[in-house]
């Protein structure tokens, strides 16, 4: 059974005072907890946030990493830097990384790659655009994506996460339904079978990202091939973060 992850991605928000008010929150709500639960905090206060919950079920992961392990690159993180500082994951290819910073699927491959030969588990985001949507392109465009996976052998997938995103989805209020949520992680778990097959398909968590909230949280997190939730806006407030916890919290108990 697929345990699910809620992830919580903070993008270029909250200073430090904040950021561990709401982290303080986080660890004392959840000691322990049946899913697994995720944040990703701007590269300053990683290792403030990581002291904050240590000894809880909350774990710490970076938002972005570079591909070599150290020298002349200035304003880059490197995998090795990341666990040093308390991260167990990082997020590769966030749609943002791609628009705004040009990334390619052939450069976030390498990132993958250095992800996890630093120990590192990876949330690989894919998602298409409203055009590409409504041209009838999803699919080609996931499939597209999924060349992030290039240098991945099978045994690695362990320690692999999918988070689709719709890029139209993001940040505005619109969310894609259920069923073609369902339909663009079913159709990337068939991805996955045909490039790794099937043990490795069935094991593999796919998250759904693109304005989740508590109000639609479980019906997302109920449906067969959403395996949690990469959360933007809504895990900047301990309130609303908590709810689509405890909303994965009760998927969960639904799947036992």
């Known amino acids: 059974m697929r345990q699910i992850l809620v992830a919580g991605n903070w993008k270029m928000n909250l200073l430090g005072t904040a950021g561990t008010a709401l982290t303080d929150g986080l660890s004392a709500k959840y000691p322990t907890s049946s899913v697994e639960i995720l944040v990703c905090p701007p590269a300053p206060y990683l290792a403030s946030v990581h002291a904050k919950v240590s000894g809880s079920a909350v774990r710490v992961g970076g938002q972005n990493l570079y591909f070599a392990p150290q020298g002349a690159f200035t304003g880059e993180v490197s995998g090795d830097m990341l666990r040093d500082v308390g991260c167990s994951s990082v997020l590769v290819g966030h749609s943002e990384r791609r628009q705004c910073f040009g990334e390619t699927d052939e450069l976030l491959a390498k990132k993958v790659a250095a992800a996890l030969q630093h120990g590192l588990q990876v949330v690989l985001c894919v998602g298409e655009l409203l055009a590409e949507r409504q041209s009838d392109q999803t699919e080609a465009v996931l499939k597209k994506q999924l060349t992030g996976l290039s240098q991945v052998t099978a045994e ?101």
Request: glycine share 10%.
């Open 156 to 256: 690695q997938m362990a320690n692999v996460v999918i988070a689709y995103e719709p890029v139209w989805a993001i940040g505005t209020g619109v969310t894609a339904s259920t069923e073609q949520a369902q339909q663009a992680h079913a159709f990337l778990r068939g991805e996955l079978k045909t490039l790794y097959g099937e043990q490795v398909a069935v094991a593999t968590r796919i998250l759904y990202g693109g304005s989740v909230k508590a109000d639609n949280a479980l019906e997302l997190l109920s449906q067969p091939d959403v395996d949690g939730a990469l959360v933007g806006g809504a895990s900047l407030k301990a309130d609303s973060f908590i709810a689509i916890i405890e909303a994965g919290i009760q998927a969960m108990s639904r799947r036992a």
